[in-house]
């Protein structure tokens, strides 16, 4: 019953570093997202995914990039990072058809110095 | 306007009270509402959906009026466990057509002995 695991669970980077979290779901889900959590921010999403191949971007997608190469991945990418990317990263999928259930994985808390 | 809004609490109440949230909503055209919940530094879960003719689970209910785009969660004789971060979740359409998930920042409960 592993779900959605994320990896990995904590990071710091230095400004201009890049680094690449992973995302895997064994449940089958064509739709993948990637969301950031920021204190009185809510949930914003970054990128998403409605199926092995395809990327779409979110409502933040600035600095980051995304691949689906496998339908059960789905990776997100930091190229260089900035302070103000400093979160908690939370990878989600959900079956066919958006707009239900997203199950979420326990998030990567990072730290841009 | 943010397209979910919610008051931010917390909410302090005593073990056994009574306490009821409420989540408004700008996106008319929405279908799909959820409430989730979130411990801290935990990732968000699906709390129940919400229907249209209003639903319980156990302590638990939910309330959907259309008209006037809101959605309530009532929590009846409050536990110490309840003590989370309320999220307010509806599904909103993306330049692509693709319904996303839009959450709400979320109602801090802190239920005392």
């Known amino acids: 019953n592993a779900g959605v695991t994320q990896t990995p669970k904590f990071r710091v980077l230095k400004t201009g570093q890049s680094m690449t979290l992973l995302c895997a779901q064994d449940m089958n889900h064509e739709y993948m997202y990637w969301y950031r959590q920021d204190p009185g921010m809510g949930l914003r999403l970054i990128h998403y995914?409605?199926?092995?191949?395809?990327?779409a971007k979110g409502e933040v997608p600035d600095g980051y990039n995304v691949s689906r190469l496998k339908k059960q991945n789905f990776l997100l990418g930091l190229e260089s990072a900035a302070p103000s990317q400093t979160s908690v990263y939370f990878c989600?999928?959900?079956?066919?058809?958006?707009?239900?259930?997203?199950?979420f994985g326990q998030g990567t808390r990072l730290t841009v110095v | 306007r943010k397209e979910v809004e919610q008051d931010p609490g917390p909410f302090n109440v005593p073990e056994g009270a009574t306490v009821a949230f409420n989540c408004t909503y700008s996106n008319s055209a929405s279908q799909s509402f959820f409430w989730y919940r979130q411990d801290c530094r935990k990732e968000p879960k699906l709390l129940m959906s919400?229907?249209?003719s209003g639903n319980e689970d156990g302590r638990f209910t939910a309330q959907l009026n259309r008209a006037s785009q809101y959605i309530s969660l009532l929590i009846r004789d409050s536990k110490l466990s309840d003590s989370a971060t309320y999220l307010c979740v509806v599904n909103g359409n993306t330049n692509t057509g693709f319904q996303k998930l839009v959450f709400g920042t979320g109602t801090r409960l802190l239920v005392s002995p």
């Open positions: 989600a999928s959900s079956p066919l058809r958006g707009g239900t259930e997203a199950f």
């Open positions: 995914s409605v199926g092995e191949g395809t990327t």
């Open positions: 919400v229907y249209s």
